[in-house]
């Protein structure tokens, strides 16, 4: 691994880690409408519980904490053992695993959904393709991956950001993650969109993403046109091949 590889990044921010994004108020957005998002879909994937679950780079658990109820059992993958020793507490029915499953496939027999949140926006393309084919082996036939990215270049805010001479490392559109999937074999079936409106950094803030305003706004999100240009995104996508 590459001193740039995100898989370092996160290794020893256990302790700090939930509490660094409950203290940003766009992730604690992002979080909060990822979490119903899933809350509302995921069970309608399936007749009863997702039968073996799977939460792919699961860090603290806090999307593997949404899904743990809806499973009827559930797996948590992550390198960082410092980052699932705070997950096992919030999910005591979960069995983690610390491994990296693109060096070697992990000890779990295929599942029937893979969820992976803040991993693909901030990875780099080549782990996103070796992610994405580990992934793809550990799905059953007509699996389901529930993917999202945070990190969206096509979003107004960042356009604006580049229109004023602004430089960022941002660049997985909701087109590249299509490709990408596409590559993988996944198609997607429906991408539902967060936040389409927060357009400048002072929308981020904690007093703008609690007012009235921001509830009559969101919902737009939701339509399927607006959520190439949405801060966030979450992907349904299932394996074709």
């Known amino acids: 691994m590459s001193d740039s590889d995100y898989r370092l990044s996160h290794l020893d921010r256990g302790d700090t880690y939930d509490r660094y994004l409950a203290d940003t108020p766009i992730d604690s957005y992002m979080h909060e409408m990822e979490s ?5 879909v995921a069970p309608a994937l399936f007749d ?5 679950y799977l939460d ?3 860090g603290t658990g806090r ?5 743990e109820p809806m499973a009827g059992t559930a797996f948590g993958i992550d390198v960082s053992e410092s980052m699932v020793s705070q997950a096992r507490g919030k999910c005591p029915r979960t069995q983690f695993r610390i491994h990296d499953i693109t060096q070697s496939p992990p000890d779990i027999a295929p599942v029937d959904l893979v969820s992976s949140f803040r991993f693909f926006g901030n990875a780099n393309d080549d782990l996103r393709v070796a992610v994405l084919d580990a992934l793809n082996r550990l799905l059953l036939p007509g699996g389901y991956l529930v993917v999202n990215n945070h990190r969206n270049p096509q979003t107004v805010h960042h356009l604006l950001y580049r229109l004023t001479g602004g430089t960022e490392t941002v660049d997985l559109s909701y087109f590249k993650m299509r490709r990408l999937l596409r ?6 079936q429906r991408t539902y969109g967060i936040g389409w409106w927060i357009v400048r950094s ?4 904690q007093e703008m993403l609690d007012s009235a305003l921001a509830r009559f706004l969101e919902p737009a999100s939701r339509l399927p046109f607006l959520a190439p240009i949405c801060t966030d ?3 349904v996508a299932r394996k074709v091949r």
């Open 36 to 40: 119903r998002i899933v809350r509302r």
């Open 48 to 52: 009863g519980p997702i039968p073996r």
């Open 56 to 58: 792919f780079a699961c």
């Open 63 to 67: 999307m593997t904490s949404v899904f």
């Open 183 to 188: 590559a993988a074999g996944f198609a997607i």
């Open 202 to 205: 002072r929308l981020a803030r």
């Open 233 to 235: 995104m979450v992907i």
